[in-house]
DNA sequence: CAGAGTTTGCGAACATCGTTCTCGAACTAG
DNA sequence: CTAGTTCGAGAACGATGTTCGCAAACTCTG
C-alpha cells in the first residue's frame, strides 16, 4: 500500500526499461518554475511540458504532487554552506548514542557570551542563510509552514543546528521546538519583506487607515502612526533563539 | 474594477431583489464543514450544497473563496472573551490620536514582574485563548499563516492586545511585529498538537528512528532520544514575548 | 537467441475544482 | 406601470491532480 516517504525509496531499479529522467531533473524544473512564476505555476501539466512530455510521466518519479515538493523544498537546502560550529571545552564530540546526553551542566548557556561555543552565533549565521535562501526561493515562504522538512540535506543541516546547541543544557526536545519555531519566523519575516506593495498589500493598507481614522481602535492608530520602525532581522532572531534558549524567565 | 477589501464593501442593499441568505449564514456553513471534515471540505460547492443550492449562488456574497475563508477566520474571532486590561500607572488610556504616543517612559517594561500593567500576564491570557480556539477550529492553523487577517473582530482583537501593552515602551512596528510572530507560533504549536498520530505522522518518525540508526546524525539521535519533553505552552509564550519584548539583549 | 518478468512512457480519460455567463425573477424608486 | 437594480442558479468553461491501460525498452534466465 503505502510503501513510505521518498526518501527511502529507490530511484532506479535494476531491470526493467531504464528511466529517461531522474528526480534531480524534475525537481529542477519545478523550482525553475517557481522561482519565476510562483509556487502555483508548480503544476503537474506545466513542469511536465517543462520536459517535453506529459503530466502522467511524473508519476514514475513522484507518488504525488506533495512530494514534489518536498523534493523541491529538500533541493534547495543543499544551497546552506554549513561551516563546522566552533568546538567547545565539554560537549564537544557527538555524544555516544546510547548515553543519556548532557548530564550535568547546569550554569551553562549563559546569554550570548563568547564562552560556551558562541551556540547564539552560529543560530543567527544559519538564521541569515535561510533569509537569504527564502529570497532566492520566494515560494519557500508558502511551502514550508505546512509541511515538515525531512530530507537528507534538511536532516543535514538540522543535525547542524543541533551540533551547534550541542554544549546548550536544555533538552532534546526544546532545542527541536525552539529550531521549528525560528524557522517558522524567518517564514513569516520573509513572506513580509516579499510581499511589500504587491497588488493586495496597497488596497489593505488603505482600509488598514480607514479603520483607524473612524476611531474605535486608539492603540492600533498609534502603533500605526508610530514613526519608529520594527526591529532588524538579527535583532528578532537573537531575542527569539536568547528568549527561547537562554536561562528560565 | 476591485471594489476593495469586503470589509468595507455593503452586505445589503436598498433596492433591487432581496437576498434570501447572509455572509453570515454561508459562513456559519462553511464553518461547519471546515469543523467537521478540515479545510479542504469547504469546497464552493460543498457550502453551497449545504444550504440547499448550487455553487453559482455563492458568488453573489463573497468575490471568491479566499474571501470566504477571511469571513470564516474572522467569524471565529468572534469568540475571543476580552476583558479590558488592568490599568496602569502612566499611559492608560488610549493616546490622543496626533501625538507621538510614549516619549519618556525608558527602565517600564522589566521582566514578569506585578507592575507596569502586567502586559506578559494580559499577552499569555490572550494566547491561551488562541490556542483553544486553534482547538475547536482546527482548519485555523491552515488558513491563518497565509493570510493578513483584517476583519473587524481581528481588528478588535489586536486593539485589545495593543491596550495590554499600551505601557510598554517599544515602537508599534515592533509590538505589531511581535504580535503577528506570536501568532504564528501559536498556530505551529497548535498543529504540532492536533497532528499527534495522524495518518502521516507515524511513517514519518518511523522514517527518523530508521535515519538515526544509520548514523551520521548523532546529535538528531541525541535529542530524539532524549527523554525529557518539550516547555509546555505558558513557558513558550513566555519566553517569546520577554524575548522579543524584554529588555534589550 | 527466445521468452518471461519488470519497469517506463504517455495518450486518454475521470472527477473536481473555482469561476463566469446568462437570463429570468423579485424588488424599489419615480 | 415603467425603469432600474439586485438576486438566484443552471449550464458551461478552463484548469487541476490523479488513474488506467497498453505499448515500448530493458534485464535476467535458460
Redesign the pocket.
Given at each position: 500500500m503505502t510503501d513510505g516517504p521518498i526518501w527511502k525509496r529507490p530511484e532506479?531499479?535494476?531491470?526493467?526499461?531504464?528511466?529517461?529522467?531522474s528526480r534531480a531533473q524534475i525537481t529542477a524544473a519545478a523550482i525553475t518554475l517557481a522561482d519565476a512564476e510562483g509556487l502555483d505555476a508548480v503544476?503537474?501539466?506545466?513542469v511536465a511540458s517543462a520536459m517535453g512530455?506529459?503530466?502522467?510521466?511524473l508519476?514514475?518519479y513522484v507518488k504525488?504532487?506533495?512530494e514534489l515538493l518536498d523534493l523541491m523544498i529538500d533541493a534547495v537546502a543543499a544551497e546552506y554552506r554549513l561551516t563546522p560550529p566552533t568546538p567547545n571545552p565539554r560537549a564537544d564530540g557527538p555524544p555516544e548514542e546510547g548515553s543519556r546526553a548532557g548530564e550535568s551542566p547546569e550554569a551553562e548557556a549563559a546569554l550570548g557570551g563568547s564562552a560556551e561555543g558562541d551556540w547564539l552565533g552560529g543560530v543567527v549565521e544559519v538564521a541569515r542563510q535561510t533569509r537569504d535562501l527564502m529570497g532566492r526561493h520566494p515560494w519557500l515562504t508558502v511551502a514550508m509552514p505546512l509541511r515538515p522538512t525531512v530530507g537528507p540535506h534538511s536532516l543535514a543541516l538540522l543535525e547542524h543546528v543541533l551540533a551547534t546547541l550541542a554544549g546548550h543544557p536544555a533538552s532534546g526536545a526544546t532545542k527541536l521546538q525552539a529550531y521549528a519555531i525560528l524557522n517558522g519566523v524567518i517564514g513569516l519575516i520573509a513572506r513580509a519583506e516579499h510581499t511589500g506593495l504587491g497588488d493586495r498589500q496597497a488596497e489593505l493598507t488603505g482600509y488598514l487607515r480607514q479603520v483607524t481614522r473612524e476611531g474605535g481602535h486608539p492603540h492600533l492608530a498609534a502603533a500605526l502612526a508610530d514613526g519608529r520602525g520594527p526591529d532588524g532581522f538579527d535583532d528578532v532572531v537573537t531575542r527569539i533563539m536568547t528568549g527561547l534558549l537562554g536561562p528560565a524567565a
Open positions: 532506479t531499479f535494476a531491470i526493467g526499461r531504464p528511466a529517461e529522467r503544476t503537474m501539466r506545466r512530455t506529459g503530466p502522467a510521466s508519476y514514475r504525488t504532487r506533495d
